[in-house]
Structure formats: structure tokens, C-alpha cells
């Protein structure tokens, strides 16, 4: 089906002087929209109770969600690099807004299928379509900091938790006269539904502002003094191209595909679970010492380290490269977590400090890791390639909630949950990390037959003329 014209790539194409800085923004005003998923924990059990069901059940729509992000992304990475990023913001806007309305129409109505339907489906094919499309268009506007651009399009993702949390809490107050986020309350299901109503409104028109400012540059455009050439120097990038088709045909993808699904396991489970998690750690005689308040600002703060996190360690991959970043990710995790498991009880700020490092690395393997395929693939179709490996995303959104909710189904009742309970479950993410630290040792350049035969446009030495942009 043809795009309306002002969609179509052909009309996005930066003119000479357009300032490549005015990208993040509109990269962030998607990814802070589509980051509104991390904020799924702060009216979880008013859903359970809504709905009358398990965590289990209700854990299945934030999996969902990321089920579709990997599959949707998989299935249309090569249609968004054909198309441009306006066509795939405005296209995510529709569907992520249209998951709320259907979701809230399911609370209304006390169908949960319809909450599975609207939040899981039609807003998981919204996140993974807005989640490729500004990755791969800052890569290409950024070929001489890879790691710094790709942090500043997915730590918008990282930080949408921390506008949403606070904005729902306070939404559902309005919603709702008996709740006022205090420990042991828990706002009405019609009060979900009206902030999903809400939030819908909201984000939809965030992310058509995010589609209407973005560009693509021109096929010849580059930095000023950047030189291809100078990537050869450095261990594991190359300066030759791979296709999307050719890149699941090499044992790299597939170790990378691992060390993503691990490094995404273990931290998703922890946000998934984030609010009632620290109430449950210090809870004594039935009666948690952290309020609900208090947990709701406890996932923000996940939220800004996990922000954080993206643009920090991914930037810092710049220096190091991608894949010690990954050893630091994944070897100090394993410690993080036999820490929190054995002495994150202890007291409250060393939880909340173990955490939030932790939260830290999760979001940093999330934003380095376009990147490392940038360095292992070239540019070619990285936004593909990095559509195909979220496939890792969508298989750890359904393993790390069935292990966090499985094991405390069987704990006991939520509200009745004592940090024992996550024992089981946090030393079972120690041992996926274990395995993630072992794919990322293996990883070795690609072998040559998986380039590219012929030329692409990827610039093959320095600017001389000149930039086309005004900043450097």
C-alpha cells in the first residue's frame, strides 16, 4: 500500500546545513511515549484485583507487549528502512495509542482478552516498530559516535518509567476518591481504564510531534572530518556491510541474539515487578515498611538509572568498545545479584543501590547493542538486523516474568510475599548471566563471505568538501 506523500521518505531528507543535533529529540519524544511500558508494575495489583486473577495472568500483558515489540520489529525492520522513520514514528503512534483505548476498553468491561488484545498486541506492534526506527536513524547520523547515538535514542525508552509512574499514580487519584497511594491501597479498575484513556490521548500526539520533526541525511551526507577509515584500527568493526538476510546466517547474530536474551531476562523480571518487589522485601508481620508512595517513586528511580544507564555505558562503549562493555555488564550483574538475593534485605538503601546498578546494566545492553551490530554488520540494514536480534527481547519478556511471577505464585499471595520468596528466583537469574558472559566471550569478527559484494552508500572516506551539517 502506498505511504501518503508527506510521509515518504523522499520528502525527509535533510537539506545541506540541517544541525543533526535536532535528531534526539525526536527520537526521545517516541521512546519516552513507547517507554511507558516500564511502568506496567504501578497499577499491576489493581489489575490482579480488577480482574480477580494471578500476577501470572496479568504479568501475560506486559509479555505480550514485548513478544509483539520483537516479533513486529523482526517482521517490519526492512519495511521501516525502506519507508524512513516518519512513516514507522507515525505508524508506532497509531498503534501504541490504539492499544491503550482497546486495553481500556477491556478494564471497563472486565474482559481481560480485550486487555491482552489492545495493550499486548496492537501496543506491542506500536513499541517495536517506534523502537527501530529513531536506533537507526540517529546510527546514520552519527557514524562517528555510534555508541552515543544509539544511548541517546534508546535512554528515552529507559525513561519513559519515570514520567509515567508518577503521572499514573497521580492520574488514578483523580480517577479514583479512595486512593491515595498510601500503603496498602489500591486504586479501582475503572480508574485504570480512564488513565488508559488518558495516557492514549497523551502519547498519540507526542509521537506525531516526534514524526514530524525527524529527517533522514542525504546519501552522501557526513560529519565533518569523520574518516571511515579509521574504524578498520579497532577490533571487531568493520567497514564492510552484511545484509539482514546474511546476518542470522552467522554465528555472531545468534551469540549476540544470547547475550541480549540473557542480559534482558535477568533485568526485566526485576522491573516487571519493581513496586510490590521493595514493599515485599521489608515487609514484617503482614505490614510493609515502604508505602506505595514510595515504590511508585522507587520505579522512577529504576526508571532514571535505567536511563542513565543507556547513554552512559553505551557512550562509554565508544572508549572500550562493545564487547568489555558487555563483560562489565554481565560479570558485575552476577555479583549484583547474588548481593541482592543474599543481603538486599538488610536495609532499604542498599536494595534500592543494588537495584538500580543492576537496572543500570540492563539498560546499558539495550542501548550498546545496536552498536556492536553497527560494528560487527556495518550500517547497510542494521535497523533490520537490530529488528531480527529483538526477537531476543520478545522471547526474554516471556521468560523473565514466568520465572519472577511463577516462582511467587507459588510463593504465596501477593501482599503476603517476604524477600525469602525471590530467593529462588534471583539465583536463577545469576545463572542466565553466567551463560551471557560465556556468548559474548565467543564472539569473533564475521568471516568475509558474509559481505556485500557490491558497493552501498556507506561513505568510504573523510569529508574534504565540507559538512552538510552545522554541528560537529
Not at 533490520?384 to 504465596?412: F, V
Amino acid at each position: 500500500m502506498a505511504l501518503p506523500a508527506f510521509l515518504a521518505r523522499e520528502r525527509i531528507v535533510a537539506k545541506p546545513g540541517f544541525n543533526r543535533w535536532l535528531i534526539p529529540p525526536a527520537a526521545l519524544a517516541v521512546h519516552l511515549s513507547i517507554g511507558q511500558a516500564y511502568a506496567t508494575s504501578v497499577y499491576k495489583v489493581a489489575l490482579v484485583e480488577h480482574f480477580d486473577t494471578s500476577l501470572t495472568a496479568i504479568g501475560v500483558i506486559f509479555s505480550l507487549a514485548i513478544v509483539m515489540l520483537g516479533v513486529s520489529a523482526a517482521l517490519f525492520g526492512t519495511w521501516v528502512d525502506r519507508n524512513g522513520p516518519r512513516a514507522a514514528m507515525a505508524t508506532a503512534a497509531v498503534f501504541w495509542s490504539a492499544g491503550f483505548l482497546v486495553g481500556s476498553l477491556g478494564i471497563f468491561t472486565e474482559q481481560l482478552w480485550l486487555v491482552y488484545l489492545g495493550y499486548g498486541v496492537l501496543g506491542g506492534i506500536g513499541l517495536g516498530i517506534g523502537y527501530i526506527s529513531p536506533v537507526s536513524t540517529l546510527i546514520k547520523w552519527f557514524p562517528d559516535r555510534p555508541g552515543l547515538a544509539t544511548g541517546m535514542a534508546i535512554m528515552g525508552f529507559g525513561g519513559g518509567a519515570m514520567v509515567a509512574s508518577p503521572l499514573s499514580r497521580q492520574l488514578m487519584n483523580w480517577y479514583d476518591d479512595d486512593y491515595t497511594g498510601a500503603a496498602g491501597e489500591v486504586a479501582s479498575g475503572n480508574s485504570v481504564a480512564l488513565l488508559f484513556l488518558t495516557l492514549g490521548a497523551i502519547y498519540l500526539v507526542f509521537m506525531l510531534f516526534g514524526a514530524l520533526i525527524v529527517r533522514v541525511p542525504a546519501a552522501d551526507w557526513r560529519p565533518h572530518g569523520f574518516d571511515p577509515a579509521t574504524v578498520k584500527k579497532k577490533s571487531l568493526v568493520t567497514t564492510e556491510n552484511v545484509s539482514a538476510n546474511n546476518a542470522i546466517k552467522t554465528p555472531q547474530f545468534w551469540l549476540l541474539w544470547t547475550v541480549l536474551f540473557c542480559n534482558v531476562t535477568a533485568g526485566i523480571g526485576i522491573l516487571e515487578q519493581a513496586a510490590p518487589m521493595i514493599q515485599d522485601f521489608f515487609r514484617e508481620g503482614g505490614t510493609s515498611a515502604v508505602a506505595a508512595a514510595a515504590a511508585a517513586g522507587f520505579v522512577g528511580l529504576l526508571s532514571l538509572f535505567n536511563m542513565a544507564g543507556r547513554f552512559v555505558w553505551s557512550s562509554t562503549s565508544d572508549y572500550i568498545g562493545r564487547k568489555p562493555i558487555y563483560m562489565v555488564y554481565l560479570g558485575v550483574g552476577i555479583v549484583l545479584y547474588v548481593g541482592l538475593a543474599t543481603i538486599g534485605a538488610s536495609t532499604v538503601w542498599l536494595f534500592v543501590a543494588l537495584a538500580a546498578v543492576i537496572i543500570s546494566f540492563y539498560g546499558g545492553g539495550f542501548a550498546t547493542v545496536p552498536a556492536y551490530l553497527r560494528d560487527l554488520f556495518g550500517t547497510y540494514q542494521v535497523g533490520a538486523i537490530h529488528g531480527r536480534l529483538l526477537t531476543a527481547w520478545a522471547a526474554a519478556g516471556i521468560a523473565g516474568p514466568l520465572i519472577i511471577n511463577g516462582i511467587l505464585d507459588m510463593q504465596g499471595e501477593p501482599g503476603n510475599l517476604v524477600a525469602s520468596d525471590y530467593r529462588p528466583a534471583l539465583f536463577i537469574m545469576v545463572g542466565i548471566l553466567a551463560v551471557g558472559f560465556v556468548a559474548n566471550l565467543l564472539i569473533k569478527p564475521v568471516a568475509d563471505k558474509y559481505y556485500e559484494p557490491k558497493p552501498t552508500d556507506v561513505p568510504e572516506a573523510a569529508s574534504t568538501t565540507g559538512d552538510r551539517s552545522l554541528t560537529r
